[in-house]
Antibody, heavy 118, light 112 residues
Framework: EVQLVESGGGLVQPGRSLRLSCTAS????????MSWFRQAPGKGLEWVGF??????????EYAASVKGRFTISRDDSKSIAYLQMNSLKTEDTAVYYC?????????WGQGTLVTVSS | DIVMTQTPLSSPVTLGQPASISCRSS???????????LSWLQQRPGQPPRLLIY???NRFSGVPDRFSGSGAGTDFTLKISRVEAEDVGVYYC?????????FGQGTKLEIK
């Protein structure tokens, strides 16, 4: 059974950093691109970025709203995808979800809440 | 970025009756590889999103066959043949043809 579990969320002050993890199981993690999305309280869904599999260079793509501040990486030996978030802003407050795939997002985690507030 | 526009934004439906949600994109969603990366997701209250339909009309594993997707180019539709109580939630269309991937505003399906 495919499972994705996000962790690392919490309360953080504006300007600080936080790293989220997405731990995967039930499939060959290294074969898949992994994506991050977010959802601000009471709002719709927003794509954050994704990382390709090593077979496709392991390169990354980001939404304009986070480019230069957020970095996605992966550790295929541990089946974990990371979202490093720097220079956080209050508007980054959201539930962050990881999903499998770059174009058809078939499995989603339960999400982890990030609250950016002083 | 491609803008995705859903209508209606709210849809009160009687149990057992059909429901339909439209999604229009500001540009064609046909990718250079010939695929159209238009998906539909369901988000029940308090739950993460769930993939229903991918590439316009392909039902994901475990999705009831009362859900169907159709369309082409810039106009797409999600149909529920007979609404059940468990279908309550917000439905999003999403394009992954051209970066950045974008979503419609969401359509809230509720029971009359």
């Amino acid at each position: 059974e495919v499972q994705l579990v996000e962790s690392g969320g919490g309360l953080v002050q504006p300007g600080r950093s936080l790293r989220l993890s997405c731990t995967a199981s039930g499939f060959t993690f290294g074969d898949y691109a992994m994506s991050w999305f977010r959802q601000a309280p009471g709002k719709g869904l927003e794509w954050v970025g994704f990382i390709r599999s090593k077979a496709y260079g392991g390169t990354t793509e980001y939404a304009a709203s986070v480019k230069g501040r957020f970095t996605i990486s992966r550790d295929d030996s541990k089946s974990i995808a990371y979202l490093q978030m720097n220079s956080l802003k209050t508007e980054d407050t959201a539930v962050y979800y990881c999903t499998r795939g770059p174009r058809a997002f078939d499995y989603w985690g339960q999400g982890t809440l990030v609250t950016v507030s002083s | 970025d491609i803008v995705m526009t859903q209508t209606p934004l709210s849809s009160p439906v009687t149990l057992g009756q059909p429901a339909s949600i439209s999604c229009r994109s500001s540009q064609s969603l046909v990718h250079s590889d010939g695929n159209t990366y238009l998906s539909w997701l369901q988000q029940r209250p308090g739950q993460p999103p769930r993939l229903l339909i991918y590439k316009i009309s392909n039902r994901f594993s475990g999705v009831p066959d009362r859900f169907s997707g159709s369309g082409a180019g810039t106009d797409f539709t999600l149909k529920i043949s007979r609404v059940e109580a468990e279908d309550v939630g917000v439905y999003y269309c999403m394009q992954a043809t051209q970066a950045s991937w974008t979503f419609g505003q969401g359509t809230k399906l509720e029971i009359k």
